[in-house]
Structures are given as structure tokens and as C-alpha cells.
Nanobody, 128 residues
Framework: QLQLVESGGGLVQPAESLRLSCVGSEITLHYYTIGWFRQAPGKEREAVLCISTLGTTVYVDSVKGRFTTFRDNAKNTVYLQMNSLKTEDTAIYYC??????????????????????WGQGTQVTVSS
């Protein structure tokens, strides 16, 4: 069974950083586009960013310049580096494996139904 496991969430103060990890189990992540999604209380799930199989990335405007994602294929892991966190970044963050797109754009990234395997989520809380 394809499985993704996120970790690294926690409680931080505004302007601090966190790094989330997404590890693949029974799935080789570099064969898939990996999307990071989040869902805040009372809000719909939204795409945060995606990284294609060839490493192209697309970000939602609210995280540009603050968040980045990168792969460590040797560890079968994708990371989400979140800097300059804001209270509005508070949410449950999910990673998901999607089609083997060589390149990705915002329209593709914003289609969660295209992503076939999801992690269980990790809570990120930004609060002073």
C-alpha cells in the first residue's frame, strides 16, 4: 500500500521556521509529483506548493518567498521548509503523491483529486 508519512509539525512563534518531512513507504517519491496542501479550521483544503518529477515548483502567492520544497531522493523524502511563519499559516499540512508531471503549474497543483496517495497530516500552529 502506497503510504506517505509527514512529520515536523509543531507550535512556533511568528517569524520562526519549521521544516516538514514527507517520507515514502512502498512508494518511490521521485517518480511522482509531490504536493503540499493545508487545511485550516473552518476552511477548505488548499494547495500550498507542488514539485514535479524534474524539480520544477509552483507556489501559492501567500507563501512565495517564505516556503520552499526540495527532494532528497536518497532518503525518499520531500521537505517543506517554512520560514517567516505567520499566524495565518496555522493548519494541518499534508503531502500527497500525484501524477508524474515533468513540469507543474498552479492549475495542476490545485487539483487535489489528481493526487493518489496522501499522508496523515501534521499540525502546524503559529502563535505568540
Amino acid at each position: 500500500q502506497l503510504q506517505l508519512v509527514e512529520s515536523g509539525g509543531g507550535l512556533v512563534q511568528p517569524a520562526e521556521s519549521l521544516r516538514l518531512s514527507c517520507v515514502g513507504s512502498e512508494i518511490t517519491l521521485h517518480y511522482y509529483t509531490i504536493g503540499w496542501f493545508r487545511q485550516a479550521p473552518g476552511k477548505e483544503r488548499e494547495a500550498v506548493l507542488c514539485i514535479s518529477t524534474l524539480g520544477t515548483t509552483v507556489y501559492v502567492d501567500s507563501v512565495k518567498g517564505r516556503f520552499t520544497t526540495f527532494r532528497d531522493n536518497a532518503k525518499n523524502t520531500v521537505y517543506l521548509q517554512m520560514n517567516s511563519l505567520k499566524t495565518e499559516d496555522t493548519a494541518i499540512y499534508y503531502c500527497a503523491a500525484g501524477p508524474a508531471w515533468a513540469a507543474v503549474n498552479s492549475d495542476l497543483c490545485a487539483q487535489p483529486d489528481r493526487f493518489i496517495s496522501w499522508g496523515q497530516g501534521t499540525q502546524v500552529t503559529v502563535s505568540s
